[in-house]
């Protein structure tokens, strides 16, 4: 009701209202188009934002602590738990889940745990994939503490939550698909054994197609001369 007079109000995300998987997904757009304009691998390159996700991530939702957001309900303890005056208001005497701080150590973790496992990556989009089982999974539970969560309307579940649930399934659904081909040696245009997801490795992919763009014009004018 709030918009329906005020369509353009959607657009002020500095007002409110951009959550992580809005953000995730405006920038996936904008990666996918700029990787189909400079003809670079779009798999490849989340590879890399997944891990800086999680970084990113975990270190982002501190900002909740200081903003005293986006925490739990009380945690019935009296040795564990956060309070300040906006939990003391908002929820009454007693310490409450620091949810923050749980989903920034599951983060963190997984960038620790995928920076392994991406060692032995067997195709493209593998370790993205991972990112997505990883915080999914994390999100499903970390979510269910939470007091601040939107409902999915005449129902008692919560949004955050059904799309940890479906990200967990889907990502696991396709990584176990690819790896099933990449096992069977199916996926050889995409197979990348010594791929190394970082910066430096992307700027000389990213090199190497400019020299091949370069002399592939290079022997079409010189084909065009004679």
Excluded at 45 to 64: A, E
Excluded at 162 to 175: K, T, Y
Excluded at 189 to 199: A, H, S
């Amino acid at each position: 009701d709030s918009y329906k007079n005020n369509l353009l109000d959607i657009f002020k995300i500095w007002e409110g209202g951009l959550a992580i998987y809005g953000g995730i997904i405006g920038g996936i757009l904008a990666a996918f188009v700029v990787c189909k304009i400079e003809k670079l691998n779009f798999y490849n390159l989340l590879d890399m934002v997944g891990m800086s996700l999680l970084i990113g991530q975990g270190i982002g939702r501190w900002g909740n602590f200081v903003n005293q957001e986006a925490y739990g309900a009380l945690t019935g303890s009296s040795w564990w738990g956060m309070q300040s005056d906006v939990t003391i208001k908002e929820m009454g005497e007693g310490l409450v889940h620091p949810c923050f701080l749980y989903e920034s150590i599951w983060c963190l973790t997984g960038f620790v745990v995928i920076h392994f496992l991406s060692k032995k990556r067997k195709f493209s989009g593998e370790v993205f994939l991972m990112y997505l089982a990883w915080y999914g999974f994390g999100r499903m539970f970390i979510e269910g503490l939470r007091t601040d969560s939107l409902f999915i309307p005449g129902t008692g579940i919560r949004i955050s939550q059904m799309l940890g649930l479906v990200l967990l399934i889907a990502s696991l659904a396709v990584l176990t698909v690819g790896l099933v081909f990449a096992y069977k040696n199916k996926l050889a245009k995409v197979l990348v054994p010594d791929y190394v997801p970082d910066i430096k490795a992307f700027r000389e992919e990213q090199k190497r197609i400019e020299e091949q763009r370069v002399a592939a014009k290079r022997a079409a004018r010189m084909g065009n001369a004679q």
